[in-house]
């Protein structure tokens, strides 16, 4: 572990790492105030991790249980604009496999495939996989002709990507 915000002395101290000018103590400290929580602004997905406080108190006994409270980060990342893709000859009868993949995210985003208006039609396993990004159309037709939508999402948000299917 390694310390980014002290308080000792009178005098607030702010140790040389990433978040150096992201941080900071919420309320100003005094001998009155209890409340030590701190802020981190602007936020990247590497702030996440495990986060320490440890109050120490001049003379008082140092009983490691009480004094130290531990908190987990999880910055939430929203899926990058997603690439769609089409794989295979969109001939009549033939099978085509539709792709959909996003760069970013945290957590992995899932992906949901849907047919646009004026035929609008949603897919379900096995034909769409929801964790790979894929739908396979089989034995295409005509009627299949049309916009494809693929939505990634995360609960940190979502992005869509589509492509025109000629058949």
Not at 124 to 135: K, V
Not at 141 to 147: A, D, I, P, R
Request: aromatic fraction near 6%.
């Amino acid at each position: 572990p390694a310390q980014i915000l002290a308080y000792l002395g009178g005098v607030v101290k702010v140790e040389e790492t990433d978040l150096k000018h992201r941080m900071g103590f919420l309320y100003p400290i005094h001998s009155h105030s209890h409340n030590i929580s701190m802020f981190i602004n602007n936020t990247r997905e590497q702030d996440s991790g495990q986060y320490m406080c440890s109050v120490n108190v001049v003379d008082d006994t140092i009983r490691l249980d009480k004094n130290i409270g531990i908190i987990n980060l999880t910055v939430l990342v929203p899926p990058a604009a997603p690439t769609c893709q089409l794989h295979g000859s969109a001939i009549v009868g033939a099978n085509v496999t539709l792709s959909c993949s996003s760069k970013k995210g945290k957590p992995s985003p899932t992906y949901q495939w849907q047919r646009e208006p004026p035929t609008l039609q949603v897919f379900f396993p096995p034909a769409q996989d929801r964790t790979r990004g894929t739908l396979k159309l089989t034995n295409l037709s005509l009627e299949m002709s049309g916009v494809y939508v693929c939505r990634a999402e995360n609960q940190a948000g979502f992005k869509n990507c589509s492509i025109v299917l000629e058949v």
